[in-house]
């Protein structure tokens, strides 16, 4: 098997961790600096990957905008097992403007292939994370369009499965100075890790105050 792409995971949080209030308000934890830096790591990628519970709670576009840009938009990609991605989502409704593949279990249905998204149904009997990412860039190759530089944006649960697999090279982290709480939602998920040295490590290269936030950037070890 051939190499998986390069992958970038994105954080923004607050100072504990936490990317939403327990009532899942998450808008806007980091100031428009942060923000601003998040949208020019994206066009630095090929390909902004998101959970489904983000799709569904977010109902996002996953597009740059910044003032002037005219670049590559990335490919946006969603982990959906079940298909449920509504129709009606800005993900759905842009697909024929802005590259947008859904990974599933099955074939895709034919009201989301019918509006522009592209289906990645996963091979094998129990495909993990490690092989969905190698069939991503396989599939970016074969449509042409180059998926060899994952930003995963979200949720925890996603970010925790590429956390897992050892797949993250990257951690571009911004804390916004507020505390929330263990009631808060984490911005990775549970890792069940069975020691302090299976815990997957990081050295940080570069800190940058952005306003009241700061962005850290970390590389894997």
């Not at 994206?42 to 390909?47: F, I, M, N, Q, V």
């Not at 050295?203 to 850290?216: C, K, T, Y």
Request: overall charge neutral; aromatic content about 4%; proline content about 5%.
């Amino acid at each position: 098997m051939t190499p998986g792409p390069l992958v970038t995971l994105k954080l923004a949080t607050s100072l504990d961790g936490k990317i939403a209030t327990a009532k899942g308000e998450s808008r806007w934890i980091t100031g428009e600096l942060a923000r601003e830096q998040g949208h020019r790591l994206r066009s630095e990628h090929d390909a902004v990957v998101i959970g489904i519970g983000t799709a569904l709670a977010d109902d996002p576009e996953l597009t740059v905008r910044l003032e002037g840009y005219q670049g590559r938009q990335p490919t946006r990609v969603v982990f959906d097992s079940q298909q449920r991605l509504p129709v009606s989502s800005k993900l759905v409704q842009t697909a024929r403007d802005v590259p947008t593949i859904l990974i599933s279990t099955r074939p895709l249905n034919l009201l989301l292939t019918d509006a522009g998204v592209i289906g990645l149904c996963l091979k094998g009997e129990r495909p993990g994370i490690g092989d969905a990412a190698w069939q991503l860039a396989q599939l970016g190759k074969h449509l042409g369009i180059g998926l060899d530089r994952l930003y995963i944006e979200g949720g925890g649960q996603l970010a925790a499965s590429f956390m897992l697999s050892g797949l993250v090279d990257r951690l571009e982290w911004f804390r916004a100075p507020i505390v929330l709480g263990q009631e808060g939602r984490s911005g990775l998920g549970a890792l069940h890790l069975a020691s302090l040295a299976a815990a997957p490590r990081f050295r940080r290269s570069q800190i940058v105050p952005l306003g009241d936030d700061v962005w850290e950037r970390y590389e894997r070890i």
